[in-house]
């Protein structure tokens, strides 16, 4: 951002140009810390005196976004743990964002019927791994 701000020039490559691996100890490995760390950056830059409007609700509409997918995040993380109140709370903030059909259903359902939410939920995540392609 500061490069960015400063007047630096910034392009894209298709290329790949860079291999990644995740180690379970990084910060990418978690993704909680990793959006709240996003946060942090984008609060830290929008207390600097020097952007202008539009920079200034570019940031602000990052923030929500990258709030919303934080909260999203949560929510799920706390259904699987069975933590229904915190799952609750995420999911509504995550759809005052996203307005999505299927997250005002998890919404309702988690007011309704959290156990149930956690079941599908768990069959979800067996599903998906069943369905992950493995690597030779």
Request: glycine share 4%; hydrophobic share 45%.
């Amino acid at each position: 951002l500061r490069l960015a701000k400063a007047g630096g020039r910034l392009g894209y490559h298709r290329k790949l140009l860079v291999h990644h691996r995740v180690h379970p100890e990084s910060l990418t490995a978690e993704p909680v810390r990793l959006l709240q760390g996003v946060l942090r950056v984008l609060d830290k830059t929008s207390k600097r005196e020097d952007l202008t409007a539009a920079q200034r609700d570019l940031l602000a509409r990052t923030t929500r976004r990258i709030g919303a997918e934080l909260s999203h995040l949560e929510a799920r993380l706390a259904v699987s743990r069975g933590d229904f109140a915190v799952a609750l709370q995420n999911a509504t903030a995550a759809h005052a964002y996203y307005r999505t059909w299927k997250l005002k259903a998890v919404v309702i359902a988690l007011r309704l019927f959290p156990a149930l939410v956690r079941q599908l939920h768990r069959l979800r995540v067996v599903t998906a791994t069943r369905r992950a392609p493995t690597t030779p």
